[in-house]
């Protein structure tokens, strides 16, 4: 039961993550379009979120459990502000991220960082630690990996297809976000309670 | 040493040399925002865009006489004269093949015509294969057309939207916070001209959001090919929807008169689609699913 719990909150990460991005499309686009550049900056921002927060969690996930759990709840509680912050004040910093910079690109590259950067990548850092979880379940490391990884995926996926062809066509981008928060905060919880459960790795 | 004095000259000749094509031909294009054909067929060329429906004409120019409306909603893009009939600055978002422009700075060749176009390539071969050629007074820049609107400190007599991809809408250019930047830079008197597909249930979408800016929109029902053009002032009065409060607009400047009959357009004049209109949906910056509604397709069109 708690492995079903488990891999179905991974699988809501993945949704959080990537819907995350088509939502973020949907605020930047009154500010800055939807030309490619829009695309480039946006796609280039999530993947580096990915790349980043892939080694904190591999870099969390080393440190004894006492020290681990304290990362963990910090990591959520960074991802949960940041995304209160794009919820509540995501469109006003925007209007004033245009109004100060003229030249569009670095207003994307800031409006990217400044609003999108910081949660997907600590959303992006608990990917590790499921691996580590099950890890120390008594499943094989490279399988592990495997299996995290390619759930998470089938949730990018999942969050993907259900922002664009469920979501977006019948809600307003404000109301989805206040969605992304409320689904963050308790799969966070969720998961931060399940990998405390976590058995300690045996020395070596 | 012949040789020598002749190479600059040839190495100047050779991009014009590649850019005038001549002949019947048809030519693709895959560009960073569309899918583009262009297609001469004696002395006339098309520019379209592939989309899922196909392909749309994006512009045509008849090379013999350039003034020639040869796109009919690019005829009915002149309804804004019976509205503010000396336009001296106009603001066009989408460039297309520029089928409007020829005939526009012949008329008005004292007015200036901004034109924001978001692709290069569209604007590239404008130039060299529909001839178009930009001026001081008929400048192209190339950027997202609500970016420019927004930076944009000027105000204008008309502002003309016509920006497609393809057969493919931009969202940000159809939401109620748009039209109301572009209210804002409308001048006193000053009309926005906005090209719209009447097709689909985006249509009522795009009139409901319109009329939430605008308090007079007057609809022009382009003959074959669904477009219908809106003309909507910022004003409540004087009442402008009704057609007997229109100018006659007598006295066309003359490179106007044989290119357009102001009488034609007037006859396109269709009602406002009050029952549709009242059951669409408005379109916001935070709730415009652009892509789905224009999808759906209208059950009657004729309304």
């Known amino acids: 039961m708690t492995l079903l719990a488990f891999h179905s ?13 088509l939502l973020a499309s949907r605020l930047l686009n009154p500010h800055f379009g939807s030309s490619i550049i829009v695309w480039a900056w946006l796609i280039s921002t999530f993947l ?21 759990s304290r990362w963990q709840i910090s990591a959520a509680s960074l991802a949960v502000l940041t995304l209160a912050f794009t919820a509540f004040f995501g469109r006003g910093t925007l209007d004033h991220i245009e109004l100060a910079f003229s030249e569009p690109g670095t207003g994307l590259l800031v409006s990217c960082f400044g609003l999108f950067f910081v949660p ?60 992304w928060l409320a689904v963050a905060i308790l799969s966070l919880a969720g998961l931060i309670a399940i990998l405390r459960t976590a058995p300690e790795p045996a020395a070596t | 040493m012949k040789i020598r004095h002749f190479l600059p000259l ?34 006339v060329v098309e520019l379209r865009a592939r989309s899922r429906r196909g392909e749309f004409i994006e512009s045509a120019v008849d090379l013999n006489d350039p003034l020639k409306l040869v796109v009919a909603y690019t005829r009915t893009l002149y309804a804004g004269l019976f509205f503010q009939p000396k336009p001296q600055r106009v603001l066009m978002v989408g460039l297309g093949g520029a089928g409007f422009h020829r005939l526009f700075a012949a008329a008005y060749p004292q007015a200036f015509l901004q034109t924001v176009e978001l692709d290069p390539k569209v604007l590239e071969l404008t130039q060299t294969r529909l001839g178009f050629r930009p001026t001081d007074r008929t400048p192209v820049t190339t950027m997202d057309g609500r970016l420019y609107v927004k930076r944009s400190t000027q105000k204008w007599d008309w502002i003309i939207l016509d920006a497609f991809r393809g057969g493919f809408v931009p969202p940000h250019l159809k939401t109620q916070e748009f039209y109301r930047e572009c209210a804002g830079q409308l001048a006193d008197g000053g009309v926005f001209i906005t090209n719209l597909h009447a097709t689909t249930e985006l249509y009522y979408a795009d009139l409901k959001t319109l009329s939430s800016v605008f308090p007079q929109v007057v609809l022009f029902g382009t003959a074959g090919r ?33 290119h357009l009959d102001l009488a034609d357009i007037r006859a396109e004049h269709i009602v406002w689609p009050t029952a549709k209109v009242a059951q669409a949906q408005l379109l ?16 009657d069109t004729k309304e």
């Open chain 1, 120 to 179: 997907v990548t600590m959303l992006s850092s608990f990917g590790p630690q499921c691996v580590q979880y099950l890890a120390a379940r008594g499943t094989a490391p490279g399988a592990a990996s495997g299996v995290i990884y390619g759930i998470s995926t089938v949730g990018n996926i999942a969050g993907v297809m259900l922002t664009a062809f469920a979501l977006i066509p019948h809600f307003p981008v404000s109301t989805l976000l206040y969605l």
């Open chain 1, 9 to 21: 909150l991974v699988v809501v990460l993945g949704i959080l993550s990537m819907g995350f991005q």
């Open chain 1, 48 to 68: 580096a979120a990915f790349s980043l927060g892939s080694m904190l969690g591999g870099w969390m996930s080393a440190q004894p459990r006492s020290q681990r």
């Open chain 2, 226 to 258: 669904g477009n219908v053009i809106a003309c909507a002032v910022k004003y409540k009065a004087p009442a402008v929807t009704d057609p007997a409060a229109w100018p006659a607009v007598s006295g066309l400047n003359p490179p106007l008169q044989g």
């Open chain 2, 284 to 299: 916001t910056d935070d709730f415009a699913p652009v892509e789905f509604l224009d999808v759906v397709k209208v059950n």
């Open chain 2, 10 to 43: 040839a190495l100047f000749s050779l991009p014009l040399l590649a850019a005038e094509k001549t002949g019947d031909y048809v030519e693709s294009f895959d560009t960073t925002y569309n899918s583009l054909t262009v297609e001469r067929q004696g002395s």
